[in-house]
């Protein structure tokens, strides 16, 4: 039987300093190098929050416009090897993306839009440790990849981001599904935007 559970999406910027330390190739390849098989999992072949899966080096911490390109193109090498644990498409509704999670992040996975034009899915998987001066920095402000994971994804113009919905389906497939405005919302939307600027 299958089962889903949604998934609480924040629509706020919880972190200003997120992400501050980018993530070099060079960096990456030391840290996969590990013999972690949870490093693996989580930033291996195929995963959405590896930085190599859009066919080169990537930083994950980097909006990526997803929806502008076909996923059969995109991951045709990883469909190819069967390494390919993620899917995107969008239908005359909505934007689609489907991604299998490693194990290590399905209880820990949260889901923000920020200024309602990225898309991002983060976590932790470790907590970190106190420095001496017994503050705790904020993960996304350090060599965030030994802590945690991150896909940031940039949303279409026509995304209606309020009404956005995520769910893990069968404890390891998530579903985020972005409706579209009708196009009198995009119209509005996109005057409102160039309002506020």
């Given amino acids: ?48 929050f590896s930085p190599l899966l859009f066919g080169k080096f990537f930083d994950p911490a980097d909006a990526f416009p997803l929806w502008e390109f076909e996923s059969d193109l995109l991951l045709s090498n990883l469909r190819n090897s069967g390494k390919s644990t993620i899917d995107w498409f969008q239908i005359d509704q909505e934007y689609v993306l489907q991604a299998e999670l490693p194990e290590a992040v399905r209880n820990t996975m949260q889901i923000f839009i920020e200024n309602g034009k990225v898309l991002e899915i983060s976590g932790q998987l470790k907590q970190q ?24 994804l940039e949303l279409p113009d026509d995304a209606d981001w309020r009404r956005m919905e995520a769910r893990v389906k069968n404890d390891m497939v998530i579903e985020v599904k ?7 919302q995009s119209a509005e939307s996109k005057n409102k935007d160039s309002e506020d600027v």
Avoid: C
């Avoid at 440790?129 to 940031?152: A, F, L």
């Avoid at 972005?178 to 009198?184: D, F, G, H, S």
């Fill in 1 to 48: 039987m299958a089962t889903s559970k949604q998934l609480e999406v924040h629509r706020e910027d919880h972190t200003p300093s997120k992400w501050s330390v980018s993530l070099g190739e060079e960096a990456f390849r030391r840290f996969l190098g590990q013999a972690n098989p949870v490093v693996q999992k989580v930033f291996g072949d195929g995963s959405l």
């Fill in 129 to 152: 440790q106190q420095r001496e001066s017994k503050t705790i920095i904020d993960w996304r402000s350090v060599n965030w990849w030994e802590h945690g994971y991150v896909r940031r």
């Fill in 178 to 184: 972005i409706p579209k405005l009708e196009a009198n």
